[in-house]
């Protein structure tokens, strides 16, 4: 009941309009029921059998407020042992939180709980982190996106808070007879893709949007495809944040490369009277990619008439703290099922930082094809690709890597202490063992100056004038 209410309020029909409610009770505390289970429905015009959340596709949006505790009864009905990661957030790493050493059972329950971080609003999403299995529970449907507010959303003076705020949970697919294609062997070498995008679950959604302001929290689900996302109309696409940070402020680019599990909040200032369509274009990854068959990934049609105007914000995250130096460096390469040359093993630690300090890893693809790195509960500040400075500063999850790229990235190992892992996020090669595990060690006294909210500096080109 008070969970039915809490999603009703969330998402009014499609596109996943966020208006939360909160359930009466314990003040700061939400409580859901989660359930993965096999589910037959309509998709692409045919009856289908898909492992998915609560029998949604993608699975219900979480949303929580800064400081809100999730309590989180999850029950495994699928027929086989899973879990549940919560990708992005600065989370404790173990326990009940986001903790992916876990195993559930099938027709086992298990209540997650963890409080969302303040200062940490945005954009993030959960999917199946149990070793060697995510990838085919990702394909088969397990995924759904997290949207933590905060201030901006709440501040009536703040653009962001009367934008139409649209969570859109993309991924691809392919269809065979009554399932998503089962995987071939090269699907575990090259990462499954299909041809078919869905955004929130259907192909080519059209939208009228509710403000002339659009929001829309983009989150690359697919389990391999990089989406080279761009507006039909040639006009600049405003990215507020990555991967669930705000940056400084709005910055625009003509493109928006989207590698899988990578994050954008895209700021549309919708035209009077013309609709704006997000297309793919075809991005190849060193290996041959399915031609998406879709003609657009979504159109907003534009707001009633009597909408007011909202502006593009000048000012987002604002101006942050100059960057610490880091204190150790480290090179991790990346190549075919290995993470610095050895693959996944259960219980071995690979790398320990200490806790309180700051460390800068060069990240090196020697593989083929691309590769990314995704690391969990500690985010990064990218600082360099192949040897040019990173184009406007961001604090990033996952990085995407093309052959021979080196990128350079410095962690500061603050907040959270705790075993993790990091790994390549194309999903079948995290399963196939390139994946590591990262212990930073008890909490130190922090003494450094600078706080896990202090290491962007401001982008290149701010969005306006
Ligand atoms: Cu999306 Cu290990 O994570
Ligand atoms: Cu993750
Ligand atoms: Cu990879």
Same mark, same amino acid.
């Given at each position: 009941? *008070? ?25 700061? /505390?939400v +409580? ?21 959340? &609560?029998? *949604?596709?993608p699975?219900p ?17 699928? $027929? ?6 919560f990708?992005?957030?600065?989370? $404790? ?6 903790n992916?050493f /876990? ?18 609003? @945005? ?8 070793h060697?299995?995510i ?12 949207? =933590?507010? @905060?201030p901006?959303?709440?501040?009536? &003076?703040?653009e962001?808070?009367?934008?139409? &705020? ?11 007879? #009554? ?13 499954k893709e299909?041809?078919?995008l869905?955004? &929130?679950?259907?192909?080519?959604p =059209?939208w009228?949007?509710?403000?002339r302001?659009?929001?829309l ?13 761009? *507006?039909?109309?040639g ?16 910055? +625009? ?15 549309i200032?919708?035209?009077?009277d013309?609709? =704006?369509?997000?297309?793919? *274009? ?6 041959p ?12 049609l534009?707001?009633?008439a009597?909408?007011? #105007?909202?502006p ?21 390469t ?9 693959r ?14 700051v ?6 693809n020697v593989?083929?094809? #691309? ?10 500040r ?12 961001c ?9 021979g790229d080196?990128?350079e ?6 907040r959270?202490?705790?075993r ?6 194309v ?19 922090w003494s450094?100056?600078?706080?896990? #909210?202090?290491?962007?500096a401001?982008p290149?080109?701010a969005?306006?004038?």
């Open positions: 009941m *008070r969970r039915r209410e809490f999603l009703a309020g969330l998402v009014a029909g499609m596109g996943a309009v966020l208006a939360p409610r909160r359930p009466a009770g314990e003040p700061g /505390l +409580e859901l029921a989660l359930e993965a289970r096999p589910v037959r429905r309509r998709l692409l015009g045919r009856d289908v059998e898909l492992w998915l959340y &609560d029998g *949604r596709l699975g949006p979480l949303v929580l407020e800064e400081g809100e505790t999730l309590r989180l009864a999850f029950t495994n009905r699928l $027929p086989e042992p899973t879990n549940l990661h990708h992005g957030l600065r989370i $404790p790493p173990g326990g009940r939180a986001d992916i /876990l195993e559930i059972p099938p027709g086992e329950r298990f209540v997650y709980e963890w409080t969302a971080p303040v200062g940490e609003a @945005g954009t993030y999403w959960y999917h199946p982190h149990r060697g299995l990838a085919t529970q990702m394909w088969r449907g397990l995924a759904g996106g997290i949207v =933590v507010r @905060g901006h959303e709440r501040d009536p &003076d703040s962001l808070a009367r934008a139409d &705020d649209r969570l859109v949970v993309l991924r691809d697919l392919e269809l065979a007879g #009554d399932r998503p294609a089962p995987h071939a062997p090269h699907d575990w070498h090259a990462g299909g041809p078919w869905l955004a &929130d679950g259907k192909v080519a =059209v009228r949007a509710r403000a302001l659009v929001r929290r983009l989150v690359n689900a697919a389990n391999a495809r990089t989406l080279r996302l761009a *507006r039909a109309d006009r600049p696409l405003a990215i507020a944040a990555l991967d669930g940070h705000l940056l400084p402020a709005p910055v +625009e680019v003509e493109e928006l490369e989207l590698a899988a599990a990578q994050r954008a909040d895209v700021l200032r919708m035209p009077r013309a609709a =704006v369509t997000l297309v793919a *274009r075809p991005r190849h990854r060193g290996v990619t399915p031609r998406l068959r879709n003609p657009f990934v979504l159109r907003l534009p707001p009633p009597d909408v007011p #105007d909202v593009l914000p000048r000012v987002l995250a604002g101006p942050p703290s100059p960057p610490a130096a880091p204190v150790r460096r480290r090179t991790l990346l190549a075919m099922f290995t993470l610095d040359g050895r996944y093993r259960h219980g071995r630690v690979d790398i320990r930082p200490r806790a309180g300090t460390e800068r890893w060069r990240v090196v593989g083929t094809m #691309d590769h990314s790195f995704h690391l969990h509960t500690w985010f990064f990218p600082v360099a690709r192949n040897g040019r400075p990173w184009p406007f500063d604090r990033l999850d996952t990085v995407d890597l093309r052959p080196v990128v990235l410095d962690i500061p190992f603050v959270e202490t705790g993790t892992v990091y790994h390549c996020h999903a079948e090669h995290g399963d196939r063992g390139m994946m590591g595990t990262i212990e930073v060690g008890p909490a130190l006294p450094g100056p600078v706080s896990s #909210d202090a290491i962007c401001f290149r080109r969005a306006g004038r």
